[in-house]
């Protein structure tokens, strides 16, 4: 009986509370439906972070125009390294799938020299290495990396690369001992520390009877005038043999990229044989990127700052 009156007069209570609860709600124009429905949109928002205030580039939100927040991502900016690169002309025909496969390390820039069609080329063949040298040179000027070295195609062996120091006549032990820290320093550096042929004297322009063995002494005084402007034209040229050096940025930036063009061009337009043209750059390179025309450092000095003491070469 008392279990019975106690439910009736909690029944009671219950229904006078939702009388009250009802007649609050239709003062202020809502139901009892509105209040147990759930907004999943609402939920969704607040989930979303809230923008932040707009303090510069610390700000990870912003507001799109679409009233949903899209995140800005803060950069960094990645450098890539730029360390090296090979330069070096060749033929058609020559294989040079070495240099991408063993020194990977080194960007590698080839240009065929009798094929318009390759994707790297000269425009023509000729001056041999001295003109794929000098057009990286103009192509490049603004690109170039900490440290260029100028190959010759050939890998190695005694005939095509005798004058290779290394003990398998190889340029790619060559390329690997280069002590690179000492060419940024130096700013230019022949691959061949042996003298001869080159040193103690190459060329001498006003020779009465010019060298046989320098096809481009009887030429050079007229092309130094070409290559070199306004300078005296050096009484002796001297430099170990056979055009393959390296040379660093700052170096090649020593002269604007005109004096390249303009050396470029004399390859490019001289009425030269080849072996002329390219003589005589042989013994300029070492006067293009900033050493005395007589440049005959000392053997053993030599292999201790462009190799290393450790490397064993050919002597």
């Known amino acids: 009986m008392r279990l019975s009156l106690r439910v009736s007069a909690a029944a009671a209570l219950i229904i006078l509370t ?8 239709k003062t202020k124009g809502e139901s009892l439906q509105d209040i147990w429905h759930f907004d999943t949109g609402s939920f969704r928002t607040s989930l979303r972070p809230k923008p932040e205030p707009d303090n510069g580039p610390q700000r990870k939100w912003r ?9 800005i991502y803060q950069t960094t900016e990645i450098v890539v390294p730029n360390q090296g690169a090979i330069v070096m002309g060749k033929r058609k025909e020559e294989d040079t799938a070495w240099v991408g496969a063993e020194l990977s390390e080194w960007r590698s820039v080839i240009y065929t020299v009798d094929d318009t069609n390759a994707p790297t080329h000269t425009p023509k063949n000729k001056g041999r290495e001295a003109l794929p ?4 040179l103009v192509d490049h000027y603004d690109d170039l990396p900490d440290v260029v070295v100028f190959l010759h195609s050939h890998r190695d062996g005694v005939i095509a690369g005798w004058h290779i120091d290394t003990m398998d006549y190889s340029n790619v032990d060559s390329v690997r001992a280069l002590q690179k820290e000492f ?14 042929p080159g040193c103690p004297s190459a060329i001498q322009p006003f020779r009465q009877l010019p060298n046989p063995e320098s096809p481009g002494e009887a030429h050079y005084a007229a092309a130094w005038k070409q ?11 001297a430099a170990p043999c056979c055009s393959q050096f390296a040379v660093s940025r700052e170096q090649i930036l020593q002269r604007p990229r005109t004096d390249y063009q303009r050396m470029y061009d004399w390859v490019m337009d001289n009425d030269l044989p080849d072996e ?4 005589i750059m042989e013994y300029s390179w070492h006067i ?7 440049f005959c450092p000392d053997l053993f000095q030599c292999y201790a700052d ?8 050919n002597y």
């Open 306 to 313: 462009v190799y290393g003491e450790e490397v064993i070469f």
């Open 288 to 294: 293009v990127f900033g050493k005395d025309p007589v």
């Open 18 to 25: 939702l009388v009250l609860v009802c007649r609050n709600l």
């Open 276 to 279: 002329a043209t390219s003589n």
């Open 63 to 71: 507001v799109a125009s679409d009233n949903k927040p899209a995140l």
């Open 133 to 136: 040298y000098l057009q990286y």
């Open 183 to 196: 060419v940024q320093q130096a700013g230019f550096v022949n691959l061949r520390c042996q003298l001869s």
């Open 227 to 237: 290559l070199f402007p306004g300078e005296p034209v050096p009484r002796e040229i």
